[in-house]
């Protein structure tokens, strides 16, 4: 049976339908799903029965993996001990310690890891135990987001760069070895170009990691506050997200550099339990279209 791409809203998701992730796609079917990925942002495939080498196999073909962030949470890394390249999300505690980060707690829009110099390209998540209600997964599309500001925003914003803060977590937790930000204009983080050309679509989307302690420099407090709400509103305007609510064996595979993503909380009293991989991304640059606006 061949790949089917069905799409899930008009914001952004697909869903993949017609693979078992736990045999070894050919080369043909990963480039269906690859060009799905990039037309849609977020994909969705259902019904699997995968472990990690099997995550971290479908992963890779895709592209290199990073390794588990450092510092996910107070006891330090959360990779599964057998495979580095998975990162465990969940809030389940075993021997006194998270058996992973994020713990039950929503966590606001961001991108992933985005305070690097070079961010993570994706993110994939794969079910093993999730609650009844809440724990919903969120998206927003950032391309859209870029298309629909006033050419003036479009314009001012051509040239600028954004912090992007270090020192959370996205659950809003202070990260091991950080102070909190009392002055955004010193805020820790990379500066990343406002505006982002996609390495493999050539498209130009927002690129926004964390609205809080975010700073656009050169800008007065209050005009970097000003410029980031209203960037911040348009990127995550109702109309412009698409919302996941998690079945056992999905997974869930998003592009980091033109969606962001949100956690609904959940009640600690149940167990959620992902696996998640990442693939390695390249330093965001901006490389205006012709077709970009231009100041008159
Ligand atoms: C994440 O922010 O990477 C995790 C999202 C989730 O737990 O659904």
Redesign the pocket.
Known sequence: MGVTVHPLSNVLGAEIRGVDLAERLDDGTIREIHDAWMEHLVLLIRGQTIDDPQLVAFSSRFGELDGAPIGATPSGKVSTREYNEITV?SNVVENGRPIGG?GNAE?DW?T?MSSYEEPPAA?M?YSLEIPSAG?D?SFCNMYRAYETLPDHVKIRVRDLKAIHDATLT?AGGLRHGFESVTDVTKTPGARHPILRTHPVTGRTALFLGRRVNAYVPGLSVEESEALLDTLWGRATAPENTWTHT?RIGDLVMWDNRCAM?R?DGFDDSVR?I?H?TQLKGDRPYYAPPEAAPTAA
């Open positions: 999300i994020l966590s961001h992933d993110s998540l724990g997964t996205s998690w993503h956690r959620r992902m998640r």
